[in-house]
């Protein structure tokens, strides 16, 4: 397996591509082609556990890893650090709603499942491309990224880890998990901004000349957790081939029948996953893409035009509150077959105007895969009640959206394949927004107290990641305006 970069030619094994993150041309390393789940390794798929499906699914992008390393990989990731044995659990919640729980990893949302395995992946990656440099994570994240990337880092050998947040676009719970980060190797630094500018301030960190002297007088290189890092890619495609697989072991599908997937979606990194799945030959019928107010990909899909130049609303499913989708570059590069000249003059309309229109044929083929739909904040809550009341799943506000966007794609359409939807957070992470739904009485102060009377009204435990941050020591009180990102990693790195 080969990879390239979405904005020029070039050739790289996977460990240079999960070494390095970002393409120095500012793209994002995509594979040349697609491994087949071919209808043997699918059987095979069908009869393993979680942790062997991972492998499977890991060698076959992985070409330059030996069975052994990534054995251990996966070995590390997924044994002991989950709630259950299994990592990704299907649950079925009517005839034919699946809800894929991604949250029962140690930040209690779904950025877990990558994030446990991508600190080994890249210490692999690196010990073959240059052994002994020392690897600095920038994260820049709506909320759930970061603490994920803290926990997987935290005190990972060769590793620094430096996550930036806004500070005022992520939940109590979120923040909280990040500031009582404990680990030497960790920096966690809140900014006047949100995750747009974040997001923004690392991408010039990582493609600033003097920044890059300075890390490597060090011994020092940097490298990215977020999405765009192909190694966080490879591990969400495993949970879709794993859901495929679940259905079909329990005969709720039959092999060559097609079902739908449905994702909340911010980044474009989880629901591009599931498209890569189909790329495999999960017989994955529609993607269904789901926004929240911040619905810039919504009416990408239903126009060809995406336009960041709208106004930007923090919702209660934050880690959505996006506007640049960058996965989404990903996606256009293979709409495109790979003319990475028009990629990279779309992605500079992007940055200068804000603003990039695709063709008709790019549009068609594109709505061919993808329904793009949005809830509001009201609808999200709505939608948290009657799942609850009616189907006796409690459900996230970010999980809502998805599920809101479902039903609206069921009603519109008709099209009432199976479903699965992820699940891509603990409704506890996201407590007080997720209790006003169910309970009509005066919401409680703080995040805690909410969680508690939500697990009295569920029937559901609080997660223990969740319940011991109550006594959790605050670690980190650092924040800077977005202009000073750079300078607050001088600092750290001093
Ligand atoms: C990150 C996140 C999302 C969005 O996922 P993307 O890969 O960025 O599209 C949705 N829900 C939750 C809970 C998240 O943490």
Redesign the pocket.
Known sequence: MRYTSTRSAQVLTSAEAISRGIAADGGLFVPENFPAVSPVLAEELVSLPYAGRAEKILEKYLTDFSAEEIRSCVKNAYTGTFENEEPAPLRKVSDKMYLLEL?HGPTC???DLALQILPHLLTASVSKTSPGKTIVILVAT????GKAALEGFADVKDTRIVVFFPRDGVSDMQKLQMVTQTGKNVAVCGIEGNFDDAQTGVKAIFADRAMRKFLAEKNMDFSSAN?INFGRLVP?IVYYVSAWCDLLKRGELRKGETFNVC??????????AAWYARRMGVPVGKFLCASNANKVLTDFIRTGVYDKNREFYTTT?P??D?LV?S?LERLLYHLHDGDFNMIASLMDQLKKEGKFVVSPRVLAALQQDFYGGFATDEEAKKAIGRTFREKKYLC?T??AVAVDVYEKYVRETGDDRPCVI?S??SPF?FAPAVLSAIDDCPLPEDGFAAAERLSSLSGMKIPSPLETLRTKKVLHKDSVRKEEMADFIRRTLA
Do not use: E, R
Request: charged residues 10%; aromatic residues 10%.
């Open positions: 949250w949302a779904f950025k709506s909320g759930d990224t999405s969400q994702v909340p979606t911010g980044n474009f990194g989880n629901i591009l499913s880690s959505m996006i989708s996965n996230d970010h999980t992820a891509t957070a992470k």
